[in-house]
């Protein structure tokens, strides 16, 4: 039986007093969500904050990207092992602003997925079309080639969680239609169950672009999606909270 998780992307936004305050109240409100699991990504200045914040509570903590080394001289790069030393679990990987603005390929984020299985973090894997791809009618095989290249040689499938993030819905208020969105998370779970087999029923995928606490609801009942990666919403802890309440006993 699949749980839910819902991971809240904060990007480049927050300061320190701004990160801790807003994981503080999150913290204060998650306490009444049980059995699934709540993860924060603030930008890498806050997470040694945030960290400290949410420590002894149910809320987990992601970094936003990494690099696939250890340690050396890569300026300006983070290394999984820094992530899991400042408290890190989970780390999102191959986010299509990463993609898009910083040229991330699908070799890149298979480098990263497989570095931080290692390291013991979880990794979030990104995927999903843009507007145009959709239009052309490939949406199938732009999520196909993402989930294959990103989990080439992946052994340890069940500690990945999958969010497919259609791109014309992230941050621009169009949320996929709940029937939309689930034809595409059965698709990925397909590809799965070819590479994995019958583990791709334990594999979590979130659906993310627009999420807010109302239109989770919808989602959030259809049988392939198991939970929320939400950048805008996140922001402000009443209305990440709001999805947290939707979609906690659902799954
Ligand atoms: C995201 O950045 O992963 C995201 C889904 O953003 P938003 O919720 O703002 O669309």
């Avoid at 819902?6 to 990007?11: H, I, P, Q, S």
């Avoid at 570095?115 to 990794?123: D, F, R, S």
């Avoid at 922001?235 to 799954?251: C, M, P, T, V």
Wanted: aromatic fraction near 6%; glycine fraction near 10%; charge should be negative.
């Amino acid at each position: 039986m699949r749980k839910w998780i819902v991971a809240g992307n904060w990007k480049m936004h927050n300061n320190i007093a701004e990160s801790i305050a807003l994981a503080k109240a999150i913290k204060e409100g998650a306490s009444d969500f049980k059995g699934g699991t709540i993860v924060l990504a603030p930008p890498f200045t806050a997470l040694f904050s945030v960290s400290e914040a949410i420590k002894g509570s149910n809320v987990l903590l992601a970094a936003q990207n990494m690099y696939y080394e250890d340690k050396g001289a890569f300026t300006g790069e983070i290394s999984p092992v820094m992530l899991k030393d400042i408290g890190c679990s989970y780390v999102i990987i191959g986010h299509s602003e990463r993609r898009k603005y910083f040229h991330e390929q699908d070799n890149d984020v298979n480098l990263k997925v497989k570095k931080a299985l290692t390291v013991g973090l979880t990794p979030i894997m990104c995927v999903g079309e843009t507007d145009e791809e959709r239009e052309k009618g490939v949406t199938q095989d732009v999520v196909d080639k993402q989930v294959r290249q990103g989990l080439s040689s992946v052994d340890k499938i069940d500690d990945v969680v999958i969010a497919y993030e259609p791109v014309w819905a992230i941050g621009t208020g169009k949320v996929a239609t709940p029937a939309q969105a689930q034809d595409v998370h059965a698709f990925i779970r397909g590809i799965l169950k070819d590479l994995y087999g019958s583990t791709a029923n334990d594999i979590r995928i979130l659906y993310g672009g627009s999420v807010t606490k109302d239109n989770i609801g919808d989602l959030i009942a259809m049988e392939d999606i198991d939970g929320a990666l939400v950048g805008g919403a996140s922001l402000k802890a009443d209305g990440f909270l709001g999805i947290i309440e939707n979609i906690s006993g659902k799954k």
